[in-house]
Nanobody, 113 residues
Framework: VQLQASGGGLVQAGGSLRLSCAASGSIAGIKAMRWYRQAPGKEREWVAVMTSGTINYSDSVKGRFTISRDRAKKTVYLQMNSLEPEDTAVYYC?????????WGQGTQVTVSS
């Protein structure tokens, strides 16, 4: 199974983007689905997580980003609103199961001021 991330691009500050992370097949034993990001020269950081019972966001994106899931499409989304230049990064999706982790290939988000 592979994860395919898409939806990145160039947007002006204050704009919105929706990232998608589609699985090529069914994934068993899912514990959590996450979005991470890595800005140039910085470490990868977690921004949003969805488990069977909870959703959480990092303080830097809380109130602006929304993680969601479409089970039928095997896809996880990250709706990003009120984007800021500080949100510029490569965004990665991650699915953690009881057996292993899966990573998407990353999608570039660039926010211009």
């Amino acid at each position: 199974v592979q994860l395919q991330a898409s939806g990145g691009g160039l947007v002006q500050a204050g704009g919105s983007l929706r990232l998608s992370c589609a699985a090529s097949g069914s994934i068993a034993g899912i514990k959590a689905m996450r979005w991470y990001r890595q800005a140039p020269g910085k470490e990868r950081e977690w921004v949003a997580v969805m488990t069977s019972g909870t959703i959480n966001y990092s303080d830097s994106v809380k109130g602006r980003f929304t993680i969601s899931r479409d089970r039928a499409k095997k896809t996880v989304y990250l709706q990003m609103n009120s984007l800021e230049p500080e949100d510029t990064a490569v965004y990665y999706c991650n699915v953690a199961t009881v057996y292993r982790e899966y990573w998407g290939q990353g999608t570039q988000v660039t926010v211009s001021s």
